[in-house]
């Protein structure tokens, strides 16, 4: 299980490859099969070139991405990750958004996003779970819950839509 928090605890002292290292050692991960990990993940978030740079002179979406390396690292079969493109300009949250379509996708791991962004939820997300106050008060892929609060019908309705509603039902 990977956890990719809101803001990203890293050494600002080392480099992604010396904390890479760290993080395999910590899970148990050395030598060669260690630095294998590390040059696949660098590669797979683009940090490759700038892996020699000390972390804390990366930028925030380079400490994203740095994170989703450390979900590979661990070859983590689950991800949590919290507000992972809050802070991001416009073209670093696109290139998050693919990095984790591409997560479930490529690497087949699932994740479990947690996000006021409604809207970036609605591209990523295949099912949905709607919290108000604490509680789950729906769950699903995007066209039943609307279904649920709007009924069958051709019209489309947006995540903000959607939640909206069983917001003001609560």
Same mark, same amino acid.
């Given at each position: 299980?990977?956890?990719?928090?809101? @803001?990203?605890?890293?050494?600002?002292?080392?480099?992604?490859?010396?904390?890479?290292?760290?993080?395999g050692e910590l899970n148990g991960i050395? =030598?060669?099969?260690?630095?294998?990990?590390?040059?696949?993940?660098?590669?797979?978030? =683009?940090?490759?070139?700038?892996?020699?740079?000390?972390?804390?002179?990366?930028?925030?979406?380079?400490?994203?991405?740095? =994170?989703?390396?450390?979900?590979?690292?661990?070859?983590?079969?689950?991800?949590?990750?919290?507000?992972?493109?809050?802070?991001?300009?416009?073209?670093?949250?696109?290139?998050?958004?693919? /990095?984790?379509?591409?997560?479930?996708?490529?690497?087949?791991?699932?994740?479990?996003?947690?996000?006021?962004?409604? @809207?970036?939820?609605?591209?990523?997300? @295949?099912?949905?779970?709607? /919290?108000?106050?604490?509680?789950?008060?729906?769950?699903?892929?995007?066209?039943?819950?609307?279904?649920?609060?709007?009924?069958?019908?051709?019209?489309?309705?947006?995540?903000?839509?959607?939640?909206?509603?069983?917001?003001?039902?609560?």
């Open positions: 299980v990977g956890y990719l928090q809101e @803001h990203m605890g890293f050494y600002a002292d080392l480099n992604a490859r010396q904390m890479l290292g760290f993080i050395y =030598g060669k099969a260690a630095d294998e990990r590390i040059e696949a993940s660098l590669q797979t978030v =683009g940090l490759f070139d700038e892996a020699e740079k000390k972390i804390g002179a990366y930028s925030r979406g380079m400490r994203q991405r740095l =994170g989703i390396a450390e979900l590979l690292i661990k070859d983590s079969k689950v991800a949590f990750l919290d507000e992972p493109t809050l802070g991001l300009d416009p073209d670093a949250t696109n290139r998050m958004i693919e /990095m984790i379509q591409s997560l479930c996708r490529y690497e087949k791991i699932t994740v479990l996003l947690s996000s006021h962004l409604l @809207h970036q939820v609605q591209k990523i997300c @295949h099912r949905i779970g709607i /919290m108000i106050k604490g509680k789950m008060v729906a769950q699903g892929p995007m066209d039943q819950l609307a279904k649920e609060k709007f009924g069958v019908g051709k019209e489309t309705f947006s995540l903000e839509e959607i939640y909206m509603k069983y917001f003001q039902e609560a």
